[in-house]
């Protein structure tokens, strides 16, 4: 398998102080898979800036003069992480066999990058790569984010723990994301539906290098809000469960409330109002859920999301193809 061609994807956001080390190390990584005829020589790096207030686009140009395994794509304005980085996946499927999504600080060891590709030249076509510590994050950060990802599955959702966005995906699964026309994009949530033979690689995470975090509190909040009701209804068919709850309940306490009215322990009026609050707030609940079972549907359907890939096809005459790789 030494003619693959292997396309790194970095988003950099305001990233000038790590960018020369970056692409430094990255190069150096090159060298030595290329040597050992791991990838092709037609590999690049790709750095997709996400509209840098910085010098991040003048030091990716320069990079590109400088050596040819450097290239880069410049969006119009900042659009954030996951779109950055479908940016540049989407752009490198053009020209790539397998490509590499990556943060531009490399707080991901790149070592993990060799275990991938053997994943892959073992017949995987997404390969996750999951940290093994959380020993650089703060306590805050450390346990919002596995709050995060609990919260997540238990929503139904397939998140994957402790793998951010450091994969590797094949041309055709990136053909079969391309499918997805949506525009709250939660990368994470979405790889994993889209299926395909897939495998896990562990690697450790480092200190920032330099710079700081471009995600901030908020922007974190928001990626968690995003990726939660982008893929899952069930805060919606919660609110049907809670009404039925309440339905017994109040069904309960009406039972308790006409017991109290036949044994003489009520004021005139009072078991009536009761009963009738009980009884109307159970039914709205039970309503907005029935209602928030079909904007549910609703939602899931303006979506549009494709409803199966192709992994692969048995032909009448024998041969077996498999899609975007025959
Ligand atoms: N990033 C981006 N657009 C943004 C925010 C971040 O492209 O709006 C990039 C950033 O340059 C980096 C990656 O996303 O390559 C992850 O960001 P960061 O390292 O700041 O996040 P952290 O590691 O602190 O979670
Ligand atoms: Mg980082």
Known sequence: MGQTILYLVLPCYNEEEVLPATAEALKKKYHTLIREK???????????????????WRIITELFHENPVFCGINLSRNRGHQNAVLAGLLTAREKADVVISIDADLQQDIDAIDLMLEKYENGCDVVYGVRNTRNT???????????????????????????????????????????YGEVNLFLRGLIP??????????FEVRERQAGKSKYTMQKMLSFAVDGITSFSIKPLQLITLLGFLMLLVSIVMILTTVYDYYTGHTVPGWASSYCSTWLIGSI???????????????????????????????????????????
């Open 193 to 202: 539906t889209i299926g395909y033979p897939s495998d896990i690689v562990y």
């Open 137 to 179: 994050d703060g306590w805050i950060k450390k346990n919002t984010a596995l709050g995060f990802y609990k919260l997540m599955q238990f929503m139904g959702c397939e998140v994957i723990t402790n793998h951010a966005d450091y994969r590797l995906l094949t041309k055709r699964v990136i053909e079969s994301l391309a499918q």
């Open 38 to 56: 791991r990838i092709s020589a037609e590999s690049k790096i790709m750095f997709v800036n996400d509209g840098s207030h910085d010098n991040t």
């Open 284 to 326: 709205q609940l039970l309503s907005l859920g029935i209602i928030g079972e079909y904007i549910g549907k609703i939602y899931l359907e303006t979506k549009h999301r494709p409803r199966y890939h192709i992994e692969a096809f048995l032909w009448k005459d024998g041969k077996e193809e498999k899609e975007g790789l025959s």
